[in-house]
């Protein structure tokens, strides 16, 4: 499926001269090296490399669950390395997205309910959690799913409640970690189309993966290495 959507000049994270570190002295070690990047609005960013080549450590900053050692990082016009936790906790929830390869739902609760929970930190009312939980859940296509606890869904379908919760609160970034790495190849492809619609519509999205096949449905395609970005590449086939 071609994505449409056109790359705006806006960006919205961008990560300048970063690197982490880990240790001391002859222990020392660097997960991302002076790495810099940025995501425009209306991208579709695949990230690929080695394990051990820094893209999960680059991931964990871009979604504000750690905090580079040097460098800064901004998103959305904000300067993250100067916020305290609790405002990189809001600044997370209302700006960001998160769809991991593991699908992190609560277990006793329904599609319905885990849709809702960032909104409930997000201090929505009822009501309005309610309606957008519940179009959220018909546009990854589980109408007839929302009372479903995930004991109930198949792995395909309990991704499309992550990613429903994901872009609850209209995140300005959509990030997804190996997000097929725990379905069958036809339940791929069924969530890489989602993926296809949701960028057609807007979302700006990262993706980390290993595999050649998914990361060719993005526009853009970072190659990491030892910390580094050591090559990217425009996808002219989408």
Same mark, same amino acid.
């Given at each position: 499926?071609?994505? &449409?959507?056109?790359?705006?000049? &806006?960006?919205?994270? &961008?990560?300048?001269? #970063?690197?982490?570190?880990?240790?001391?002295?002859?222990l020392l070690v660097k997960a991302l090296d002076d790495l810099s990047l940025q995501v425009l609005q209306g991208d579709y960013l695949a990230v690929?490399?080695?394990?051990?080549?820094?893209?999960?450590?680059?991931m964990n900053i871009l979604g504000c669950l750690d905090r580079p050692t040097l460098g800064s990082y901004e998103l959305n016009g904000v300067a993250v390395e100067a916020l305290n936790d609790d405002a990189l906790a809001d600044?997370?929830?209302?700006?960001?997205?998160?769809?991991?390869?593991?699908?992190?739902?609560?277990? @006793?609760?329904?599609?319905?309910?885990? #849709?809702m929970l960032p909104m409930i930190y997000a201090g929505h009312p009822s009501t309005i959690r309610k309606e957008r939980a519940e179009e959220a859940l018909i546009k990854v296509g589980l109408k007839d799913r929302m009372a479903n606890r995930p004991n109930q869904l198949?792995?395909?379908?309990?991704?499309?409640?992550?990613?429903a919760r994901a872009i609850i609160n209209q995140p300005a970034l959509l990030l997804a970690d @190996?997000?097929?790495?725990?379905?069958?190849?036809?339940?791929?492809?069924?969530?890489?189309?989602?993926?296809? @619609?949701?960028h057609d519509q807007g979302i700006t999205i990262v993706l980390v993966t290993? @595999?050649?096949?998914?990361?060719?449905?993005?526009?853009?395609?970072? &190659?990491?290495?030892?910390? %580094?970005?050591? %090559?990217?590449?425009?996808?002219?086939?989408v």
């Amino acid at each position: 499926m071609a994505n &449409k959507q056109i790359v705006s000049s &806006k960006t919205v994270a &961008k990560l300048k001269s #970063v690197s982490k570190l880990y240790g001391h002295g002859q222990l020392l070690v660097k997960a991302l090296d002076d790495l810099s990047l940025q995501v425009l609005q209306g991208d579709y960013l695949a990230v690929m490399g080695a394990s051990g080549s820094g893209k999960s450590t680059a991931m964990n900053i871009l979604g504000c669950l750690d905090r580079p050692t040097l460098g800064s990082y901004e998103l959305n016009g904000v300067a993250v390395e100067a916020l305290n936790d609790d405002a990189l906790a809001d600044l997370r929830n209302q700006e960001l997205g998160f769809v991991f390869q593991q699908f992190h739902l609560l277990p @006793e609760a329904t599609a319905l309910e885990n #849709v809702m929970l960032p909104m409930i930190y997000a201090g929505h009312p009822s009501t309005i959690r309610k309606e957008r939980a519940e179009e959220a859940l018909i546009k990854v296509g589980l109408k007839d799913r929302m009372a479903n606890r995930p004991n109930q869904l198949s792995g395909g379908q309990q991704q499309r409640v992550a990613i429903a919760r994901a872009i609850i609160n209209q995140p300005a970034l959509l990030l997804a970690d @190996e997000p097929t790495g725990a379905l069958d190849s036809t339940t791929t492809r069924d969530v890489l189309n989602l993926f296809d @619609e949701l960028h057609d519509q807007g979302i700006t999205i990262v993706l980390v993966t290993h @595999e050649d096949d998914v990361a060719s449905r993005a526009k853009t395609v970072a &190659k990491f290495k030892d910390g %580094k970005v050591v %090559k990217i590449v425009q996808n002219s086939s989408v």
